[in-house]
């Protein structure tokens, strides 16, 4: 058995599921270098929602991030999470968009490319996975794992199996609920290494408390590479922490061969940023606690939270253990499609409508009509066409792959940035997040003339100059 890989999560992950994806840039680079030395497998630095967090709330460039984070981190690899045919948005693109995001993210200092589909249909990462073997970059497919009468560990080996057909460098197990226990793990980790011959990697969370328990189990099982989180932004929502982690292994056979007191160099880094984060309220310390009743409804945390936030709204917080017995009954209807974003919001709200209009399905939201109709792609067991003429009546639901429906986009797109451009990425920018790319890029332009003030201050100086 080789020794255990990591990837730090710190520098995305970690701060999503913490903080909201707040860290800027300017407090993640006096770090880098030290991280850069440790000898981690990759560290996740981009992607996710770090792209969106850093134009809506940082005033930052996602694209400039990525850049001095690549000028200071010359050893390691770089990783992001990609969204398949969503990239980093919260719809299908084009197929020109996505080949063009990929070929920019490596340009500017990505090597490894976790890519992943909220429902598990290949035919939504085919266009990721091709653009990244074209430009040279690491493809590492991933698993939205999750639990239902659909999903069993030859079902996600028989997909495993097609990813890799299709291209993939490594397979990632991406467990985003915490949902994975640790013989689960075992097993699942056992089948996957005796299905395909590419390294076999874990991203799991430690809401429901499992975490570092699944991931050693994990390792006895043969996984080759684990996700962990330096322990002052580890544990809750985010990863487990690196440092034990490191330590159980210590003398193993899967020893990780990372120096202890090299991470207590980065933990002391993180600490003080914690209590900052605490201080400010930008960390609440209800995200740190076990959340049991992500194992009892299978619910992720995320969409826990949300479901009570609907209920309260609505005065009807009385109601949330029978949405919680509905979200299930929804899940079903829909073809078991996994709990990840987009699927996990549109099906929860689902469930709150039924729930509050006593009947089920009197009213329908536009995106489970979407879901059901097929815009997301295939849901894992075949919809029951009755269900489907009830939700979306005589349209025609969608049976090839979604974005073969969508015309080029980057054209038309490049026309509109034009007044704008400063850099050929600002068109992705525009794409993926088009008010709020607009309303960055008036900020831009207003620091550039010396002009001062918020995004919304800046947009009307610009306007009136």
Avoid at 169 to 192: E, F, N, Q, R, W
Avoid at 368 to 390: L, N, T
Wanted: proline share 5%; net charge negative; hydrophobic share 35%.
């Amino acid at each position: 058995m080789a020794k255990v890989k990591i990837t730090e999560t710190v520098l995305r992950d970690s701060h999503q599921s913490l903080i909201a994806t707040r860290m800027n840039t300017e407090t993640m680079l006096p770090i880098l270098s030290q991280m850069d030395k440790i000898g981690y497998h990759s560290l996740e630095a981009w992607g996710g929602a770090t792209f969106d967090s850093c134009l809506r709330f940082l005033n930052e460039d996602p694209w400039e991030r990525l850049r001095k984070i690549r000028a200071e981190v010359k050893n390691t690899k770089l990783q992001m999470l990609f969204r398949g045919q969503n990239i980093l948005g919260y719809r299908h693109y084009a197929d020109d968009v996505v080949e063009y995001f990929v070929q920019k993210s490596i340009a500017n200092g990505i090597d490894i490319l976790r890519i992943f589909d909220a429902m598990n249909d290949a035919r939504n990462l085919k266009t990721a996975i091709n653009a990244t073997k074209k430009e040279g970059g690491h493809v590492q497919a991933a698993i939205s794992y999750t639990i239902s009468p659909a999903h069993s560990n030859e079902a996600f080996c028989k997909y495993a199996k097609e990813l890799e057909e299709m291209g993939a460098d490594s397979i990632c197990i991406k467990d985003m609920s915490g949902l994975l226990t640790p013989y689960a793990a075992y097993d699942l980790v056992t089948a996957l290494k005796s299905s395909v011959k590419v390294p076999i990697q874990l991203h799991t969370h430690y809401t429901t408390g499992l975490a570092s328990m699944t991931i050693l189990k994990a390792v006895e099982a043969g996984v080759d590479i684990v996700d962990t989180a330096i322990s002052p932004m580890a544990l809750g929502t985010s990863q487990p922490p690196t440092e034990p982690i490191v330590a159980t292994l210590q003398g193993t056979e899967y020893d990780t061969g990372l120096d202890l007191n090299e991470l207590d160099k980065v933990s002391k880094y993180f600490a003080p940023l914690r209590e900052e984060y605490l201080a400010s309220g930008l960390l609440d310390p209800k995200v740190l606690k076990v959340d049991v009743n992500c194992l009892l409804y299978q619910v992720p945390g995320g969409m826990l939270s949300n479901l009570v936030s609907q209920l309260k709204q609505q005065g009807k917080s009385e109601k949330l253990s029978e949405v919680l017995e509905e979200v299930p009954r929804v899940r079903e209807d829909a073809g078991y499609p996994p709990l990840v974003t987009p699927t996990s919001q549109i099906v929860g709200t689902q469930a709150v409508l039924n729930v509050i209009a006593g009947e089920r399905y009197k009213m329908v939201s536009k995106e489970f009509k979407g879901m059901v109709r097929g815009d997301y792609g295939k849901s894992p067991v075949e919809i029951d066409p009755a269900f489907r003429k009830k939700i979306i009546g005589d349209e025609q639901p969608i049976t090839c792959r979604p974005a073969d429906k969508l015309e080029p986009e980057l054209d038309k797109l490049r026309e509109i940035v034009k007044p704008y451009m400063e850099q050929e990425e600002d068109v992705l920018s525009y794409a993926l997040f088009e008010q709020v790319a607009t309303k960055f890029f008036e900020y831009r332009k207003a620091q550039k003339y010396g002009l001062d003030g918020t995004n919304g201050d800046a947009e009307l100086k610009v306007h009136s100059v």
